[in-house]
């Protein structure tokens, strides 16, 4: 009888295992036999969480082609809004324009919160007075009339050597979101700024040059915390100097420097099994590959949503403003609305 449960209990093993390796042998032939070509473009904010997030699926998709370009959010969605990308990665909402330029088209997309960010204003290393600046303070320095064209204009006590500005590109989303939280209406950015929309050319002009000072997403500046500082920005409200840590950045307190990442997604693209596993496979871990890239998660209940939107290809109406901070929850109401779009 011993012998007989014994035998029993051994093919029972064999049994489950062939079934265990059955399945393996099963999931990876559909997972070899999924083919196809993704394309994305855009911010260089979100790029490196799209990268991670293609490098993961690439582990286990491998015979899908995924690019990914960094032509700045504006770029991007150029491309995205004549058909030519199937997702374009973006460090603020669509513009006005460019919504209408792909409604034009015939281009329907689903807008996808992905991560949420601290806009980080950096300095050098060896840059030993500066150790808070007020948003009055980035207007001196950043804008055509400011002020502030040596550190001493801002403090008498600094060095009287001339502030050198670096910016992202005016394709870059971060370029307009600094913009729309720093600079009043009817003014400009000074001209003479060094811009680039590739945020390591940025890093590495102000960690060469000691009177500097930058800004860029906040990736950037976790990835490079042994060349730069980063500097912190005195809440308007609170009068609090805060640092782009993820709490901060959470509660809403880094004012009005924190802001959502998203990316967009092209509806007829969709349509294609490749792209689909792709964001449903993008999407069930944004959380991990924001993190991993030294991003904010997205609160949960942003994540249900931008998973519902996905499921049922809604498109959300976002708003970015200046006084983002000041509401209560921080950047956890950032949808006040729903099918904007009809995309079914």
């Known amino acids: 009888m011993k012998y007989v449960t014994r035998t029993l209990w051994n093919l029972g093993m064999v049994l489950t ?45 491998p015979n899908v082609n995924i690019t990914v370009a960094i032509s700045g959010t504006g770029g991007g969605f150029k491309r995205f ?8 990665d973006a460090s603020r909402p669509i513009k006005g324009k460019e919504f209408t330029a792909a409604k034009e088209n015939g281009i329907q997309f689903i807008e996808l919160p992905v991560a949420l960010d601290g806009l980080s204003v950096v300095i050098n290393k060896e840059n030993d007075w500066v150790d808070q600046l007020t948003v009055e303070q980035l207007m001196a320095i950043y804008l055509e009339d400011g002020t502030a064209r040596s550190w001493k204009d801002l403090n008498p006590a600094w060095p009287d050597k001339p502030i050198k500005t ?22 400009s ?16 002009g102000v960690a060469g040059d000691r009177y500097s000072i930058g800004y860029f997403g906040a990736s950037y500046y976790f990835e490079n915390k042994d060349k730069l500082k980063a ?16 709490e901060n950045v959470i509660d809403g307190s880094y004012a009005p420097l924190s802001r959502p990442l998203f ?8 349509r294609r099994p490749e792209v689909r596993k792709f964001i449903e496979f993008y999407m069930a871990g944004a959380g991990e590959f924001a993190t991993n890239v030294d991003y904010v998660a997205t609160p949960d209940d942003l994540s249900v949503l931008a998973q519902k939107f996905l499921k049922q290809k809604l498109s959300g109406s976002t708003y970015v403003t200046k006084d983002m901070g000041k509401r209560e929850g921080g950047l956890r109401d950032i949808y006040k609305q729903e099918n904007l779009l009809d995309t079914k």
């Open 166 to 187: 670096y910016s992202p590109g005016t394709d870059s989303g971060t370029f307009d979101y600094f913009k729309e939280v720093v600079v009043p209406e009817g003014k």
């Open 81 to 88: 809004s004549i058909g030519e990308t199937d997702i374009s």
């Open 189 to 204: 950015f000074r001209s003479d700024m060094s811009a680039s929309e590739d945020d390591n050319v940025l890093v590495t």
């Open 17 to 61: 295992l062939v079934a265990v390796l059955s399945y393996a042998g099963t999931a990876h032939g559909q997972a070899a036999a999924l083919r196809g070509k993704v394309v994305v473009d855009g911010s260089s904010t979100v790029y490196p969480i799209t990268e991670a997030a293609a490098a993961a699926f690439r582990d286990d998709y």
């Open 263 to 270: 990316i967009y997604v092209n509806v007829k693209s969709l």
């Open 231 to 246: 500097v912190p920005i005195v809440n308007p409200d609170t009068g609090k100097a805060v640092m782009p840590e993820p």
